[in-house]
């Protein structure tokens, strides 16, 4: 729109400045014409005819471009208004009511339509100096404004509505009689348009970054859960602090799970949906790691809550001392000044639109080693064959364990593919126009997706998955082969090494996409919350909150200590 903006006002220059070398010529050829009138009459008389007809062509010509411009304009309108999902505004129309919906939002939309065009008039009515047109105008927008209110059906109006509606239509009428002209109402409906664009991409900019301002921040209660837990946890007697069933946790012939999570809460639902699922519990091994600040809390959560015949485990990824920056490039990446520049300063956006585009760069979870620690699971578990990696954002629905019957056909990572007809493909997630990139990988390959994997640890050392892993890692110091996160390195180094599930075993979407299947979250051995609307968040869609709130007991004395309610 700003485009067109400025192409018109370049175009009204150029005329302005045609007109005026026209107007010179004119003087100059009048001046001719005085000259000869005195010695020839009918020269005189055929110039007046030719640059007659020359003003008369120029004349037309400047109307056809004119007319041309305004329906380009109109069309560019139209355009956008097809864009915009009628079923959120209702079902007003402007020719006819319906009111076979017993939430009809016709007089809602009638009375904001109203509010428009009485924004117009009253712009016209203020330039031209009627001033009590104007005002009446002006009182009549702020009494249909406190009556419309935040009202979205006529039900939410109030009695009075009829009668600022009609009030309202009576000075529209009244306006319309004295100021109705065409080109004036298009150019300041045009204008309105303009304005409402930009208001509408500003606020885009807000929403997005302070749906990822919550995101990433903690809850009042998830919090106190932590804290409280880890009070008592190291209240207890050493000999207290161990779980049970240690024997399981290396026996290669049982269920094995990963989960690495920093969220109690959303472990805790993790394991029990798991077990309340599974048909021989007692096979199941649930190997948890969390960091050092949240390792009391979780380990007494399920001192305290037990996973039934289950065997657990948890661990603190800082007692991994194999895992530093002398054997790990991502580690050393994250402790460089380059990178806590990237991530931490991000040019200090002072407004938030301006902060937006920046904020998901400094989400904690992309400079958390449990993150990056997927690919490092035959290091943490050396003596298993075969693991289930599940993210803490996951509900299991169905027992799990054909899993591990799968054929993975010689293929270390069995995951269910995302792509749709363009969507979820290398391209999206990788930078092609980087050689490195564009020689070895395919851009319309299908992507897949991480929250419920099997990976064929066997496999895994044989083909040397970490070593691939630390190869890219190293080459994208500069972060100039993708930008963030452990999806595209993990496309890279499992990159025709990846089995392609059925996708009932993994549906997605629940925390950021409104329109999943109901009948394929039903049918879903997983649901997975991928996005900002995470179910433990007071942004989380309502409507897929209760998949998650079944597997947890609200009645705990913890949580009612928290004020963690349903």
Request: a neutral charge; aromatic letters at 10%; charged letters at 30%.
């Amino acid at each position: 729109m700003n485009d067109e903006v400025q192409k018109k006002t370049s175009n009204d220059e150029e005329l302005l400045t045609n007109f005026q070398e026209e107007d010179n010529r004119d003087v100059k050829e009048n001046a001719l014409d005085d000259h000869l009138q005195l010695e020839e009459s009918p020269t005189k008389v055929l110039r007046r005819q030719l640059r007659q007809k020359r003003r008369e062509k120029r004349s037309t010509e400047l109307i056809q471009q004119d007319e041309e411009e305004r329906v380009e304009l109109e069309n560019a309108a139209i355009k956008r208004s097809k864009e915009v999902d009628s079923a959120v505004l209702g079902k007003y129309s402007i020719w006819r009511r319906e009111n076979e919906n017993e939430n009809s939002d016709s007089n809602v939309r009638l009375m904001r339509d109203q509010l428009i065009m009485a924004r117009v008039y009253s712009s016209i009515s203020q330039a031209r100096n009627n001033l009590d047109l104007y005002q009446e105008l002006m009182l009549r927008i702020k009494e249909c404004q406190r009556t419309l209110g935040e009202a979205n059906a006529d039900s939410d109006l109030p009695q009075s509505a009829p009668e600022k509606i009609k009030a309202m239509g009576h000075v529209l009428s009244k306006a319309r009689e004295q100021f109705y002209d065409c080109a004036t109402v298009t150019k300041k409906l045009r204008a309105m348009l303009q304005s409402a664009d930009e208001q509408v991409r500003t606020l885009k900019k807000q929403s997005t970054f302070l749906s990822q301002l919550a995101a990433k921040t903690v809850p009042k209660g998830l919090h106190c859960l932590s804290m409280r837990l880890t009070i008592d946890y190291y209240l207890l007697p050493l000999e207290k602090r161990e779980f049970p069933k240690k024997d399981k946790l290396e026996d290669p012939t049982l269920y094995h799970y990963a989960l690495f999570s920093d969220n109690v809460l959303a472990a805790s639902v993790v394991v029990n949906s798991t077990v309340m699922n599974a048909k021989e519990s007692e096979k199941h091994v649930f190997h948890l790691v969390t960091d050092k600040l949240n390792f009391g809390a979780m380990k007494m959560w399920f001192l305290l809550n037990p996973p039934g015949k289950a065997a657990i485990h948890v661990e603190n990824v800082d007692d991994f001392k194999w895992l530093n920056s002398s054997y790990c490039p991502v580690l050393r990446q994250l402790e460089s000044a380059a990178m806590k520049e990237y991530y931490f300063k991000a040019d200090h956006p002072t407004t938030l639109s301006a902060g937006s585009s920046n904020l998901k760069y400094r989400n904690p979870k992309y400079l958390s080693m449990l993150n990056h620690l997927r690919f490092y699971l035959p290091q943490v578990y050396p003596k298993l064959d075969k693991i289930l990696f599940l993210d803490d954002d996951i509900v299991v629905q169905k027992d799990l364990t054909p899993l591990w019957s799968v054929d993975l056909h010689g293929k270390v990572n069995g995951a269910v593919e995302t792509c749709g007809e363009s969507f979820h493909r290398f391209d999206k997630y990788l930078n092609f126009s980087n050689p490195h990139i564009a020689r070895h990988f395919d851009p319309n390959a299908c992507g897949w997706a991480y929250g419920m994997n099997v990976f064929d640890l066997k496999e895994w050392k044989k083909q040397d998955i970490t070593g691939i892993y630390h190869k890219w890692q190293n080459m994208n110091e500069d972060r100039v082969l993708w930008k963030l996160g452990t999806l595209p390195p993990g496309l890279i180094t499992f990159y025709g090494l990846t089995h392609p599930l059925d996708k009932s075993w993994h549906v997605l979407g629940l925390g950021y996409n409104p329109s999943v299947d109901r009948s394929e979250i039903d049918n879903a051995a997983v649901v997975h919350y991928n996005g900002n609307m995470k179910p433990w968040l007071e942004l989380a869609m309502t409507k897929y909150r209760p998949y998650w709130t079944k597997y947890i007991k609200y009645d705990h004395p913890f949580l009612q200590q928290c004020n963690i309610n349903e």
